[in-house]
């Protein structure tokens, strides 16, 4: 039993020393914590451009962090780049499965991209469209537009 004590606390040194690696910078170097402090901060002053610049560094240092997806997909939802806006909420959903927020703004963006098909389609055959289920259908994606959109 001693010895896999002395095992447990060498992986925890290990850890720790990993752990002081990463938040530790040398002189002009930023770590990936100060890159996210400043792009959690440019993106509480709605300054986007500089938060997804941040953001989307911050995914390539450390792509299994859920915030900086979460963030760049609102930031393509602002800006109405819809495939975009659900790359990043699949990313993340692929890292966080249970992500609720995540899970609410990539449906609110899937139903955004059905209503725009239905008026793509009504346009191309508006006899078709008039049909009772394809009314039902938008009727219930109309329904839920009314709700609140993406969640922050």
Known sequence: MPKRHSTILGLLAICVLLQACATTSMPGQETTIDRLDQANHAFEKANFGEAERHYAEITKQAPQLALPHFRLGLIAYRRDDLQQASDHFQTLLKHDSNHAPGIHNLAVIHLEQARRLFNR?????????????????????EAMKDEPGTQE
Do not use: G
């Not at 389609?121 to 994606?141: D, F, G, H, W």
């Open 121 to 141: 389609y009504e346009q191309l055959a508006p006899e078709a469209a008039s049909s009772p289920r394809i009314i039902n259908v938008r009727r219930a994606i």
